[in-house]
T-cell receptor, first 111, second 112 residues
Framework: AQSVTQLGSHVSVSEGALVLLRCNYS??????LFWYVQYPNQGLQLLLKYTTGATLVKGINGFEAEFKKSETSFHLTKPSAHMSDAAEYFC?????????FGAGTRLTVKP | DTAVSQTPKYLVTQMGNDKSIKCEQN?????MYWYKQDSKKFLKIMFS???????INETVPNRFSPKSPDKAHLNLHINSLELGDSAVYFCASGRKGHTEAFFGQGTRLTVV
């Protein structure tokens, strides 16, 4: 069965600092991986996805993630945090029938 | 044009009542889902439908019954509501086979 684990339920960074949100996956087949963002009282919005091909994936709002098969990881990064990045972030893995989410990481950005 | 729309956005009801949440998608997707998000933000899949057929039915009380009248709609009916049913319920849709899911805005259900 596929699953993802997000390390750190809460990450706090200063504005302008590097953002690193960690995600490790478990899958018996080549994984399809996603990062979603959820702003307060809203639904989930896709940030980026990895299906096949290039292992470094660029998404919206300056975020990117790198698929590392040897480490079973798909960490999300952004070089410089902005106040508007404060939100809940979810890593997810998909097979052909459903999508499973990690527990989420709340990102706080300090001025 | 809203891609995945849920109604109502907020629902407050008493224990023991029966309620429904409606979901519609206009993206032409063949797969629809219901997720439950608890107070700790944990997202758990409840049901997955593909072409109106139930594909996944996680360990969910049988008080919860999804209904898919056509590929564009997946409604969730809940009988005999309990306090523990309070959560945000998200509908989502996608194409079968590894693609991303598109989410509705959620329905915040509060059982009092």
């Amino acid at each position: 069965a596929q699953s993802v684990t997000q390390l750190g339920s809460h990450v706090s960074v200063s504005e302008g600092a590097l953002v690193l949100l960690r995600c490790n996956y478990s899958s018996s087949v080549p994984p399809y991986l996603f990062w979603y963002v959820q702003y307060p009282n809203q639904g989930l919005q896709l940030l980026l996805k990895y299906t096949t091909g290039a292992t470094l994936v660029k998404g919206i709002n300056g975020f990117e993630a790198e698929f590392k098969k040897s480490e079973t990881s798909f960490h999300l990064t952004k070089p410089s945090a902005h106040m508007s990045d404060a939100a809940e972030y979810f890593c997810a893995v998909s097979d052909s029938d459903d999508m499973r989410f990690g527990a989420g990481t709340r990102l706080t950005v300090k001025p | 044009d809203t891609a995945v729309s849920q109604t109502p956005k907020y629902l407050v009801t008493q224990m023991g009542n029966d309620k429904s949440i409606k979901c519609e998608q206009n993206l032409g997707h063949d797969t629809m889902y219901w997720y439950k998000q608890d107070s700790k933000k944990f997202l758990k899949i409840m049901f997955s439908y593909n072409n109106k057929e139930l594909i996944i039915n996680e360990t969910v009380p049988n008080r919860f019954s999804p209904k898919s009248p056509d590929k564009a709609h997946l409604n969730l009916h809940i009988n005999s509501l309990e306090l523990g049913d309070s959560a945000v319920y998200f509908c989502a849709s996608g194409r079968k086979g590894h693609t991303e899911a598109f989410f509705g805005q959620g329905t915040r259900l509060t059982v009092v």
